[in-house]
């Protein structure tokens, strides 16, 4: 599986230092791609794992197994202004992580600085999550057609 690590240009330390941590194994498109480039690279995508972003609403609305990270609390207030239940994306094939508690002094969402909160969500329950969105992409459409090459991602 080819691994493309896009962001923003305000992203572009993250994401290196993310790229650095791989081997080198990822493309690293941080902070070069236009707009419509990132829609064209979204849209050939088998799969889409990011932030609550705009790519990562893109790559809901084309389709495209979406797993999305909040830095909201699941059982937060659903009318704060980043809830997931207000603005996650849009699709047949989105699922959303959040952590299942927030870490002081945040409430309904992380508002720290660096977003800390988000670090309570666990490996596992990122491979959890993508593991299911993937069954589910597999019987709406399956992999030899829809997603050749990750039929037997486990």
């Known amino acids: 599986m080819n691994i493309i690590l896009l962001s923003g240009r305000e992203d572009v330390d993250v994401t290196e230092s993310l790229h650095s941590l791989t081997g080198k194994s990822t493309i690293l498109v941080a902070g070069i791609t236009t707009f419509v480039e990132s829609i064209a690279l979204i849209a050939h995508a088998n799969l889409f794992l990011g932030n609550d972003s705009g790519p990562a609403h893109i790559a809901g609305a084309l389709g495209i197994p979406t797993l ?32 299942s508690e927030l870490m002081g002094p945040c409430t309904d969402c992380c508002n720290a600085p660096d977003a800390h909160c988000i670090k309570n969500i666990t490996v596992d329950q990122v491979l959890e999550t993508l593991h299911a969105l993937l069954e589910r992409a597999n019987t709406i459409h399956p992999f030899p057609k829809r997603f050749p090459g990750i039929a037997n991602v486990r």
């Open 68 to 99: 999305t990270l909040f830095v909201a609390n699941k059982d937060g207030n659903p009318d704060h202004p980043s809830s997931p239940t207000r603005i996650h994306p849009i699709g047949p094939l989105v699922e959303l992580c959040m952590p």
